[in-house]
């Protein structure tokens, strides 16, 4: 069960996850990369997730393993510190391959929780 403190975070989560794939849609990156707001769009969505991922317990984080939790704080941080080297082929790639995985683990906790 995921701390109560937690639970809004998850859900932060998840929802900027949605929010980040919806937003990308169909497009690829050259076509992202072209569109200004919908790159700052998805790339804060992203940075949400990061933040609301370093933001869980580690009591909540253990109970979830299979959440790359390290990974999104890591992708937040590169893309505030690094805002200038963004690569938007592997923001796509991280959008589309390893976002719905991370809904869907969150989808399960949460479902568990209520």
Not at 25 to 39: I, P, Q
Not at 41 to 54: K, R, T
Not at 69 to 95: C, F, G, P
Request: no cysteine; charged share 25%.
């Amino acid at each position: 069960m995921t701390l109560p403190m937690d639970r809004q975070r998850l859900i932060d989560m998840r929802d900027n996850a949605r929010r980040a794939v919806a937003f990308l849609g169909e497009a690829d990156a050259a076509a992202l990369e072209s569109d200004e707001l919908r790159l700052f769009a998805v790339l804060h969505a992203i940075q949400v997730v990061g933040e609301a991922a370093a933001k869980v317990s580690e009591a909540s984080r253990v109970q979830s393993p299979g959440i790359a939790w390290s990974q999104a704080t890591r992708m937040r941080h590169l893309l505030v510190h690094n805002y200038n080297e963004i690569k938007v082929d592997i923001v796509v790639q991280t959008v589309r391959d390893d976002l719905p995985g991370l809904i869907a683990e969150l989808e399960t906790i949460l479902e568990g929780d209520s």
